[in-house]
């Protein structure tokens, strides 16, 4: 029985990675093929900021990372909330992922306006090459001698949806 209960949480955990592949690839698939305008919306962006962080406080405490926040309330951001959550969340995953065990992820956000919104997901890291720099938007690029799980589809996606 314990062998089995191995094996099967194994396979959850493989089918749990090929679903994350599958559902990011057609993301960028969809992109590529099926340009839609972003449908913005008016939402107080320092309350979305405030909620997306909450979700990922149980990984965060799980993993023992902290953060430090500074985060300006500029009021209601009219943009695509669904856009701004993708991007948000794929940058906090990244960071996540790649930010040892006592360590903080800094988020900051500024400007809102009509034009967009400015914020970052900062995490203390190694220094990364100049070649792998230039290719961490590249699809299914991974960084060498991590064992972070990843597909390195999420900075790629992230960066078209900004785009």
Do not use: W
């Not at 993993?63 to 909330?81: P, R, V």
């Not at 938007?137 to 900075?155: E, I, M, N």
């Amino acid at each position: 029985p314990d062998d089995i209960r191995r094996y099967i949480d194994s396979m959850e955990s493989d089918i749990r990675d090929l679903d994350t592949l599958i559902e990011h690839m057609l993301t960028l698939s969809k992109m590529d093929y099926q340009e839609s305008a972003p449908t913005p919306e008016n939402f107080r962006f320092a309350d979305f900021l405030e909620e997306m962080l909450a979700a990922y406080q149980p990984i965060l405490d799980k993993k023992g990372l902290t953060l430090n926040l500074d985060i300006q309330d500029y009021g209601k951001a009219a943009q695509d909330k669904v856009l701004v959550k993708s991007i948000f969340s794929n940058l906090m995953d990244n960071a996540v992922k790649y930010t040892l065990p006592g360590t903080a992820i800094r988020v900051t956000a500024g400007t809102v306006s009509p034009k967009g919104l400015e914020f970052s997901v900062a995490n203390p890291c190694a220094p990364i090459a100049q070649k792998d720099l230039d290719r961490l938007f590249d699809p299914f690029f991974r960084l060498s001698g991590h064992p972070a799980k990843g597909t390195g589809l999420g900075l790629t996606i992230a960066q078209k949806l900004v785009a």
